[in-house]
């Protein structure tokens, strides 16, 4: 499932060659046909919505730097997705506390916008995946969502694959959990 | 049969696709194992909900305008400036200077494939560390001597680890262990210049 | 070298009379989010039972003491003065409802927080921090100061650069980053998610891993020490490139996939446990 399916002849496409060659409107034209599924997996892995558009912005700016980088040997939909895992894990460094960006906007407001969420109301899936635990959520999103394999995402997050492996369940334990409170 | 080989036999047995005899030994264990009972109904029920979840979500605003206005920005003499720091240093960065290297020798195959897993494994990173290393030379003034020492030691420990993970990584590409070792020296030296840089901007 | 070293302390003009004492207070929402700095000195937290928030403070003449904020949000910290050089040194002693949330940030000063069951982040350049108690998250960083933390929290992060860490309690999620810093965790009850890794800095891991749990300990060239307890289910894979594995695990069956590093089992194999490091030796043991 997931990514990997999608093994189209976008290599020869000339919007993105015109993209490659630096015209930011051909480039626009792939951002609007990627933008929803870019966008729904920042927003899972990141587990907010705020957060998940300036990744979203983050990723595509980056695609635009390193598209000459892209050589074709995968999809594009393929190289596009691996690179915004990587932007998102790699901006969980920077956010590793969530408290550093509150910092930054030195906005006293963003104080109180917490992930905070009230318990024992029912959650739909959506809602139980933005719960859970960082580790667990993202093996859950990558391996469940995305298709992703486990020997993929241990280079991607820098875990074992067996690492990998227990965060899935524990990702699926929990969620069944909630789900059927 | 183990719990673990019973694990990594539980989604092909949820998506149909375990062969009858392995997955006649894997009922065979979940009958008697609580803990995998757990696991095999966990994934059984979360496959069709899982499916269902939309591929697509548009994001609430239109974000294009502000891409759009980065890219314009990358492209402006503010890049020629960035980049003229970079090659100054390149100059004083090893990993740099080391990785470029790489690129120019990879002539033979095994080299190439060595130097490949490297790429492979370094894309990314060596630009932000530019980044970074720019940001962080704005910034230096405003940070304590002691701390442009403390910083500049640890940078030293990261870069040498970071060679001798990729001599490794060289000689062995297909090792997962040494591509997540040379992958964490870079996400430590980042780390630790994204510190240095919030240090200069807060304190 | 005693004396040498009392006359020194004794040469150092004690700025007891460039000290100023300050206080104020205020009342605060039991969940209050609090910002605090003082770059050198010291800074103190301990949670009470009240709904306010009193700072009592020594501040070095030519600095000021700034207090602001809300019910909900407050902001507070030692403002040096004007004049160029080092900070001068200033002590903070805050004590505020236990259910803050409390940000604390120091250049040279050291950091000291208790009671507090809300969240906790600390960061220092150089500045110890010592936390006891069970906040609900924890993440403390320094860049070299060292890390002495105390109680449970169901999420942690450390991280120091050159500093040590050393950490004794419960942890639910726990990440643990050095460079050069030696590591010492001692955990009590079984963690879900553990992450550990330095470059140059010793790791030494004493506690349980959760049924489905994973850890992660990884160095580039230091040693590491992982002591399980004689009850731990698990999968352990060791990956040491040049150092030496030794396994003092009694009950540890030993096989080697292929394809795969070194390979023990404990038990059932229920928990995953990674072991990493290129130049280091790794020892596995069971706990005393
Ligand atoms: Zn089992």
Known sequence: MGVHEIASGMNADPGLLAAQAGDPDAFGTLYHAHVGRIFALCLRLAGDSRRAEELTQDVFVRAWERLSSFRGESAFTTWLHRLAVNVVLTDRRTAWRRSRRFELTDDPAAFERGVDRSEGVELDLE??????????????????????????????????????????????????????? | MTCESARNLIDSYVAGTLAARDALALEEHVAVCAECTIDLAAAGSLAGPVRALPRRMDPPGDLWPAVRQRLVRKRTPGW???????????????????????????????????????????????????????????????????????????????????????????????????????????????????????????L | MRHALLLLLLAVPVPLAAQQSVERGAAAAPTVSIRAYNLAGSIRVIGWDRDSVHVGASVARGSRLYFGGSR??????????????????SELILHVPKGARV??????????????????????????????????????????????????????????????????????????????????????????????????GRIAWAGAVGAVGSLDLQTHGAHIQLALPRSQDAEIDVSAFSGKVINGFPSARRSAPPGKPVRYLLGDGSAHIAVRSLKGGVTISAEQ
Not at chain 2, 105 to 111: G, K, N, V
Not at chain 2, 116 to 138: D, H, I, N
């Open chain 3, 103 to 200: 940000w604390l940030k120091s250049a040279t000063a050291g950091a000291d927080v208790e009671g507090i069951d809300g969240e906790v982040d600390v960061s220092t350049v150089s500045g110890n921090i010592q936390v006891r108690g069970d906040p609900s998250l924890l993440a403390a960083e320094s860049m070299e100061g060292s890390l002495d933390i105390g109680g449970s929290a169901s999420v942690l992060r450390l991280k120091s650069a050159g500093g040590s860490i050393n950490f004794k309690g419960f942890a639910g999620d726990l990440t643990v980053s050095t460079v050069s810093g030696n590591i010492q965790l001692n955990v009590s009850g079984p963690v879900a998610t553990g992450r550990v890794e330095s470059v140059t």
């Open chain 3, 72 to 89: 909900t949000a407050l902001k507070l910290g030692v403002e040096a003065g004007a004049s160029s050089g080092a900070t001068p040194p």
């Open chain 1, 127 to 181: 809602a139980a995946i933005s719960r859970l635990p960082e580790g667990a959520r993202t093996v859950f999103v990558l391996h469940d969502v995305e298709g992703f394999t486990h020997d993929e995402i241990a280079d991607m997050a820098r875990i074992a694959a067996g690492t990998s492996r227990a965060q899935l369940f524990r990702a699926r334990r929990l969620l069944r959990g909630w789900l059927e409170r």
């Open chain 2, 80 to 202: 020629g400036a960035l980049a003229a720091a970079a090659v100054l240093l390149i100059a004083l960065t090893s990993v740099v200077t080391a990785l470029l290297l790489d690129r120019r020798d990879a002539t033979t195959a095994s080299l190439a494939s060595g130097a490949a897993a490297v790429r492979m494994v370094e894309a990314g990173y060596v630009e932000q560390a530019l980044e970074l290393e720019a940001a962080l030379e704005q910034g230096r003034e405003r940070l304590a001597p002691e701390t442009i020492t403390i910083v500049e030691r640890n940078l030293d420990v990261i870069a040498k680890a970071i060679a001798e993970s990729r001599a490794a990584l060289e000689q062995d590409p297909a090792n997962q262990d040494l591509r997540i070792l040379l992958r964490t020296g870079h996400e430590q030296r980042v780390a630790l210049l994204e510190q240095a840089v919030r240090l200069s901007r807060e």
